[in-house]
């Protein structure tokens, strides 16, 4: 099925468990496609892992999915503590005790079937899983970081993100990005 439009009340963004299946799906990537049809419940088990899912609730298709996990900002993301002090005072942290990480979700994986691609849906999501974290967060979470594959850097930008650090640049692969969430909270 191909969408000539889509209303997004008709949108759900479901979490994923045990009982969920989803049985197809092609974001174009056999990576992240074989990830979420026969690899997501395992990492759940595993409490690697947590996945959702953007499901049309008119037909039940699932048009997009993510997985997320814990992570950190860490000192140890710069190349020297003077990049990680320059990051801290742009952050405006409080001057209190001064931390050696900062808490943060880590975007896993993040895939939009080819048959919903142009709808924004993955920005969407994006927003989605910002509110989660800003509206509901339950254990503190300041940042939202994803290791972005080179040709979805444009994505991430276009929705907030910036790079890191310096020290990946020539990393032929991905980019580690970050969204601060105070972005959206003040």
């Known amino acids: 099925m191909v969408w000539s439009s889509l209303d997004n009340s008709s949108l759900m963004f479901v979490r994923l468990d045990s009982t969920d299946f989803v049985e197809s799906f092609d974001c174009g990537d056999a990576d992240l496609n074989d990830f ?3 690899q ?9 892992s947590v996945s959702y899912a953007c499901v049309d609730s ?5 048009l997009a ?8 900002v860490s000192i140890s993301d710069f190349n020297d503590k003077t990049e990680y002090n320059r990051f801290r005072k742009h952050q405006g942290f409080p001057q209190g005790k001064r931390l050696k990480s900062y808490p943060a979700v880590k975007l896993c994986r993040l895939g939009v079937d080819v048959s919903a691609r142009g709808f924004h849906i993955g920005s969407w999501m994006l927003d989605y899983i910002k509110s989660m974290f800003v509206v509901s967060n339950k254990t503190g979470c300041r940042f939202l970081t994803v290791d972005a ?3 979805a850097i444009p994505f991430y930008e276009k929705n907030g993100f910036v790079f890191l650090n310096e020290t990946d640049k020539n990393n032929p692969y991905t ?4 969204f601060d969430l105070m972005d959206i909270v003040g």
Do not use: P, Q, V
């Open 65 to 72: 999915f993510c997985s997320l996990a814990n992570d950190k």
């Open 36 to 38: 979420i049809t026969n």
């Open 40 to 48: 997501a419940d395992s990492f759940a088990k595993a409490l690697l």
């Open 58 to 62: 008119t037909c039940g298709k699932t």
């Open 175 to 178: 980019r580690l990005m970050y």
């Open 149 to 151: 594959y080179l040709a």
